[in-house]
T-cell receptor
Framework: ETGVTQSPTHLIKTRGQQVTLRCSSQ?????VSWYQQALGQGPQFIFQ???????GRGNFPPRFSGLQFPNYSSELNVNALELDDSALYLC???????????FGNGTRLTVT | QQQVKQSPQSLIVQKGGISIINCAYE??????FPWYQQFPGKGPALLIA?????SEKKEGRFTISFNKSAKQFSLHIMDSQPGDSATYFC????????????FGKGITLSVRP
């Protein structure tokens, strides 16, 4: 059984740029969530996608957006990058909206 | 407002000892309480989880104790090993809504040989 995979593993961007992060969910999982983990902090919920529709959003501005594709893979897009966006971005998938979440190893984004 | 609070902030335990990490929550709608373990450079890995219809759950060396009236739950690691050295996060979720996990800030556990 393939776990959650994320790409790229590391990324360096400049303030004001845009970035796209990708996630492949675990086999058999139809729900994908994205979390932001700042250094030394717990992950913070960004949003969740279920069957290609956004199904819940945390306290993040609209410049954070996402997509889920028919194969349940997902993208996180962040526009107008700010220095505070530097963090580990985690993708998690679950069998449905109420099952345990399984996380990938994340994408480390650095904004300079 | 931090809805899930962990204590202590860090923990050092001798090999073979018992590690105890506590967590308190505020939202009474939470009905699923997992613990995650995270190693440097890795994503959080689900360790053990409990629902409020039971007061204790044990899986190998890991035990969750749950106190619904006090809105607290704790993780006990028996016979702690150096390989258990990691960051541990408690989390909580209301499964009636979407599967949004609210995490604590995490604690760093160091198990000394």
């Amino acid at each position: 059984e393939t776990g959650v995979t994320q790409s790229p593993t590391h990324l360096i961007k400049t303030r004001g740029q845009q970035v796209t992060l990708r996630c492949s969910s675990q086999s058999g999982h139809n729900t994908v969530s994205w979390y932001q983990q700042a250094l030394g902090q717990g992950p913070q919920f960004i949003f969740q996608y279920y069957r290609e529709e956004e199904n819940g959003r945390g306290n993040f501005p609209p410049r954070f957006s996402g997509l889920q594709f028919p194969n349940y893979s997902s993208e996180l897009n962040v526009n107008a990058l700010e220095l505070d966006d530097s963090a580990l971005y985690l993708c998690a998938s679950s069998r449905d909206g109420r099952s345990p979440l399984h996380f990938g190893n994340g994408t480390r984004l650095t904004v300079t | 407002q931090q809805q899930v609070k962990q204590s202590p902030q860090s923990l050092i335990v001798q090999k073979g000892g018992i590690s105890i990490i506590n967590c308190a929550y505020e939202n009474t709608a939470f009905d699923y309480f997992p613990w995650y373990q995270q190693f440097p450079g890795k994503g959080p890995a689900l360790l053990i989880a409990i629902r409020p219809d039971v007061s204790e759950k044990k899986e190998g060396r890991f035990t969750i104790s749950f106190n619904k009236s006090a809105k607290q739950f704790s993780l006990h690691i028996m016979d702690s090993q150096p390989g258990d050295s990691a960051t541990y996060f408690c989390a909580a979720m209301s499964t009636g809504a979407n599967s949004k996990l609210t995490f604590g800030k995490g604690i760093t556990l160091s198990v000394r040989p």
